[in-house]
């Protein structure tokens, strides 16, 4: 199945480049949930998901989900309600305990064995597991396969110099027949450093497109008046769905 080209006027900043260098240390990221500079968390849940999720989950049950760059999103819990196997990797362990916090879930707390300094909190349920370490050492804990990727927040957070070795650690964690909804930014990159950075969508068919047919399911106006800080003045949400060639 080739690439699905989409209706829809998706506008592409050739200076993304300028991104290209830009680096945030996993101190720093500890640091904003510290200094509680998460305006990135959504309380009401991600309302695109909302409105997809149906057609993301396609009605099957038992499916495997996992949240790259999990933080505490409400999300997770809204597919651990639908029967579904939640598992996420965050580098905070102040937001995955407030995640258990916040959504009332008792929870334990063990030691990664092949991870060390790591942890996984697991809800006493059984079907949420948090693992707290960097993203790109997780492979380790062979975390197995997933029916599902709902990437909000994550490929738009890692250094762009680091993308590749992302979407292949993604691709690896990929099931046959998976879905992996993808959302993404688009403003002027030249106008604000990021995070969260510029994805273009030929960035996208550039990291996935080996594997993936993509197509951008929904456009959304995110612009709001705390935006102008960033140096912006449009501010666009594109929605993507890959799926297996």
């Known amino acids: 199945m080739d ?3 989409t209706s829809l006027n998706i506008k592409e900043y050739p200076d993304a480049e300028v991104q290209k260098n ?7 990221w500890q640091e904003k949930w510290v200094d509680r ?11 695109l998901l909302k409105k997809h999720l149906d057609n993301f989950l396609k009605g099957e049950s038992g499916l495997r989900v996992f949240f790259p760059l999990c933080g505490k999103a409400v999300e997770m819990k809204w597919f651990a309600d639908r029967g579904h196997s939640v598992v996420g ?7 995955i305990r407030e995640f258990f916090t916040e959504q009332n879930l008792s929870y334990t707390e063990e030691p990664i064995v092949a991870i060390p300094g790591a942890k996984v909190f697991k809800s006493s349920s059984g079907n949420i597991s948090l693992y707290c370490c960097n993203l790109f050492d997780l492979p380790r804990a062979n975390i197995g396969k997933f029916d599902r990727i709902w990437d909000r927040g994550s490929l ?19 099931r046959k027949g998976f879905q992996y909804l993808l959302s993404v930014f688009s403003y002027d990159p030249t106008k604000h450093a990021g995070p969260p950075f510029y994805v273009s969508d030929a960035e996208i068919k550039r990291l996935f497109g080996a594997v993936c047919s993509s197509r951008c399911l929904e456009q959304a106006d995110m612009f709001e008046e705390r935006h102008r ?4 003045d449009s501010l666009i949400e594109n929605l993507y769905l890959l799926t297996e060639k």
């Open 37 to 47: 500079k998460i305006a990135f968390h959504q309380e009401q849940g991600h309302q």
């Open 89 to 95: 990797v965050e580098i905070s362990e102040l937001g």
């Open 156 to 174: 738009v957070a890692i250094n762009p110099g680091d993308r590749k070795r992302y979407a292949d650690i993604m691709l690896s964690l990929m």
């Open 22 to 28: 830009q680096v945030l240390t996993l101190e720093e």
């Open 3 to 5: 690439d699905t080209k």
């Open 229 to 232: 800080s960033w140096g912006i």
